[in-house]
């Protein structure tokens, strides 16, 4: 089971015909959530996510019978409970190894969730233990990838991820195509060594990378270094996501991504350390979005310390919005 070290409360609604259905999770510092109440053998709840209809993804832990398992639920607005996936389902395409944790999660307008999967059965290892899977439906789990895969456009290198168990963990980020975007790294086959990171795209017909080490942002001034966080996905195919710049090693910048079929074009939204408004920034904070319309939000530190919130609309310059310690 997947054990994330974070310290967070939170606390999601649901409209469900006309009334708020309400998920209460409180996180300890192993990363399992006490649920507030244990319900039907629920003892905790993961992170959830919602979609734009209000259908909300969760990972629930639950014990039956003694036996500890996690089991992937999707509460539809209208009232709805399906478990999509549990612990001890098979991974598809794995060769026979099961589900064996179920980590992060994204959910997209259809209610189709990607997830992030550890594996367990004969012959796991740390070269295939870990899978990234879509589910619309029980019995409907679809492979996106797994560690030991061949990757696209590396000319046969297989992805691989780091060997420390807080370092082994992919963060997908599904849209209304059923496209799933993450980041994570690759290497050649047989090789202890990781060769690369990149962001991939892989959809139902096509699977690319999208952003790899070295990649040129439009203009040619600033490429793209590892490492790379999370890859959030628009429905218009594009995807934002942190990584290091170059020049400017050690320097984390906000990067926005296209799919090829929409051009193809790397834009390098903020870079370095910047003034916006008068204020002196760096965007090395691990906090940002987009929407459909690619109008973006992130999160950056100014020379004096304070957490300050960016927007960028499409075709204006960044501007800032709010300061720690007052509005802007």
């Known amino acids: 089971m997947f054990r994330h070290l974070t310290l967070s409360f939170a606390m999601i609604f649901a409209a469900a015909q006309g009334s708020a259905a309400v998920f209460t999770y409180e ?3 192993l990363g399992f959530a006490r649920s507030l109440p244990a319900v039907n053998g629920v003892i905790s709840y993961g992170a959830p996510v919602i979609n734009e209809v209000g259908d909300v993804a969760v990972v629930a832990t639950v014990q039956n019978g003694g036996v500890i398992s ?5 509460f539809a ?5 399906t478990v999509l996936a549990r612990t001890s389902d098979a991974a ?3 060769g026979g190894l099961v589900i064996g944790g179920i980590g992060n999660i994204s959910i997209n307008t259809a209610g189709t969730v990607a997830f992030e999967a550890e594996l367990d059965g004969a012959g796991a290892t740390l070269a295939n233990d870990l899978g990234v899977y879509k589910v619309s439906a029980p019995g409907a789990v679809a492979e996106v990838f797994q560690v030991g895969d061949v990757a696209p456009d590396t000319g046969g290198e297989v992805y691989k991820l780091f060997d420390d168990a807080f370092l082994r963990t ?3 980020s599904i849209n209304d195509a059923g496209d799933v975007f993450f980041a994570t790294t690759y290497s050649t086959p047989g090789s202890d060594i990781l060769k690369d990171g990149a962001v991939f795209r892989v959809g139902s017909g096509s699977s690319e990378i999208l952003a790899r080490e070295g990649t040129l942002a439009a203009g040619g001034a600033v490429s793209v270094d590892f490492p790379f966080s999370e890859v959030v996905a628009s429905n218009t195919g594009q995807g934002i996501f942190r990584a290091d710049s170059n020049p400017g090693f050690g320097t ?3 990067f926005l991504t296209d799919s090829p079929e929409v051009g193809g074009d790397l ?3 903020f870079t370095g350390t910047k003034v916006i408004d008068g204020v002196s920034v760096t965007a090395g904070n691990p906090f940002y979005s987009i929407n459909d319309t690619g109008d973006i939000v992130f999160e950056g530190t100014t020379a004096g310390g304070e957490t300050a919130v960016f927007s960028r609309f499409v075709g204006e310059a960044p501007v800032v919005r709010l ?3 007052g509005l802007s």
Request: aromatic share 4%; net charge negative; no cysteine.
């Open 252 to 254: 984390s910048g906000i």
């Open 27 to 29: 996180t300890n510092v």
């Open 70 to 74: 996690e089991e992937l639920y999707r």
């Open 77 to 81: 607005s209208n009232g709805a409970l």
């Open 267 to 269: 834009e390098a939204v």
């Open 92 to 94: 598809p395409g794995s």
């Open 170 to 172: 992919v963060k997908p």
């Open 323 to 325: 300061v720690s310690g």
